[in-house]
């Protein structure tokens, strides 16, 4: 690359839950220089040779092309660049938080799940992306619905429960989400299906259905840890 180009890449901060109720994140091996052989955020590079309408088209492009997952919800977290971030030379990366659902099933050995408390000592600055987009994460939590999107559409309350706890790294009164929950129900976010599910222990839980706005999260009115 010489020294007037500019490397431009999206990358993606991908997450799932999974069946302990604990956040994993999407990574792929890099096919080739730098750092080929290790595992990395998803990404793309864009330039004028690609034809992608806009950055939000370049993320649409990456998970489907080089992840080949389709997200629930996905938004731009922050742009980054500097000269050290890629040995290659001067480098700017727009990243995204992308949010799958449990079931995500991955078509390549180049591709894995890790748990995302263990994403450390990934290439470029890849860890600072991860931690930025976690806390954006964690800060939507408190006020919004956005750890929904980690769910099946149809989910109960526990379920619920342990996506928001999840995202914000503790506890969250049962009694309170239920209400948050409610207050969803009255303007059409969340459906009571008149369903129940019926685990081996415990006793039978109501299943909801999430029914959000295109690519919307509902806002609460006061934090779901008051």
């Known amino acids: 690359m010489s020294s007037a180009q500019v ?12 069946e302990a109720q604990g956040l994993e994140l999407l990574l792929i091996r890099r096919a080739q220089a730098p750092f080929e052989g290790e595992w990395a955020l998803p990404g793309v590079l864009v330039n004028g040779r690609c034809d ?8 649409t492009r990456a998970l489907a092309e ?14 980054v660049g500097n000269a050290r971030r890629d040995p290659r030379g001067w480098s700017l990366s727009t990243f995204y938080l992308a949010l799958l659902e449990p079931d995500t099933q991955l078509s390549d050995a180049d591709l894995r799940f890790l748990p995302l408390d263990e994403a450390s000592g990934l290439p470029f600055d890849h860890d600072q ?5 976690r806390e954006r994460l964690a800060g ?10 980690l769910l099946p559409r149809r989910f109960t309350v526990t379920e619920a429960l342990g996506a928001f706890q999840a995202c914000l790294g503790q506890a969250v009164q049962h009694t309170t989400l ?49």
Not at 52 to 59: C, P, S, Y
Not at 140 to 149: D, E, I
């Open 66 to 79: 080089k992840a080949r997952v389709r997200p629930q919800h996905l938004e731009q977290v922050a742009t």
């Open 7 to 18: 490397l431009a890449s999206v990358d993606i901060v991908a997450l799932r839950l999974n």
């Open 129 to 133: 992306l991860v931690r930025q987009a």
């Open 178 to 226: 239920r209400g948050r929950l409610e207050k969803m129900k009255g303007q059409g976010w969340v459906l009571d299906t008149g369903e129940h599910n019926h685990p081996k222990m415990g006793r039978p839980q109501k299943v909801l259905e999430h029914c959000p706005a295109e690519g919307g999260v509902f806002t609460f009115d006061r934090s779901v840890l008051s």
């Open 52 to 59: 992608d309408a806009d950055l939000d088209a370049a993320a």
């Open 140 to 149: 939507k939590s408190v006020y919004t619905s956005l750890p929904l999107h």
